[in-house]
């Protein structure tokens, strides 16, 4: 990989987790609490309350807050009345990603010696908000939330805004993600060297191209940058 200049990452799964997507972790977080179910049932449900929350809040809605609403759609969406479910859950959702993002902010801090950072994230309109309040906005050039531009990742445009913010080209930068049909395709979309990041037990699926960086830690970039 030639040295970047600059270097983008993702919010949510990559910053606030090793790879996992937030529908990945609710789903484990609900069958703790509330009894196994099949991935099947719980997919849809969980999207149409994420998708609830896009574009329809306060740009300065807390990460905790914003949790806490998707939490309670996914109860409705299943059908529990019990409030103190969703609270449970969002609670261990919200301490765990607390706790990876207390990491990601010292690594940000860290690479910002050397590199432009940035944010690119399919989010609800408070990312900039959100990044603030988790410590991460010190080191962060740009924050680009899909809600607040009007295209998601895996479109070339959201990407474009981002670069456009760093003062950089395509080739200059690195997309670091865990989504391969957002963040990957997208980054390769418009000529990004990209890294994935995802768990070891990611079931075998390999990267998008031949000779991509794979990383199962995002403590691993230190040592490909």
Known sequence: MAFPFAVLFDFGGTLDADGVA?????????CEEAGVI?????????????NAVVGAVSPTLTLRETVDRIA????????????????RIAKRFLEEALDRLRASAL?????????????????????????AETGLSPFLTVMVDSACVGCVKP???????ALAGLNAKPEQA???GDSLPRDMAGAK???????WLTPKTSGGEGPCCP???????????????
Do not use: T
């Open 174 to 176: 690195v997309f670091v």
């Open 38 to 50: 099949a991935p099947a049932r719980f997919a849809p449900v969980f999207y149409a309350a994420d």
């Open 22 to 30: 937030w529908k990945e972790r609710f789903f484990r977080l609900w």
């Open 107 to 131: 690594l940000l801090s860290q690479l910002s010696r050397r590199y432009r950072l940035g944010v690119v994230s399919n989010f609800y309109g408070n990312l900039s908000a959100v990044c």
């Open 189 to 195: 979309g418009i000529g990004m060297p990209h890294i």
């Open 155 to 161: 479109d070339p445009r959201i990407f474009q805004a």
């Open 72 to 87: 309670q759609g996914v109860a409705r969406g299943m059908g529990v009345s019990d409030p103190a479910l969703a609270e």
């Open 211 to 225: 000779g991509d960086r794979v990383i199962h830690a995002l403590e691993e970039l230190r040592q490909l940058l």
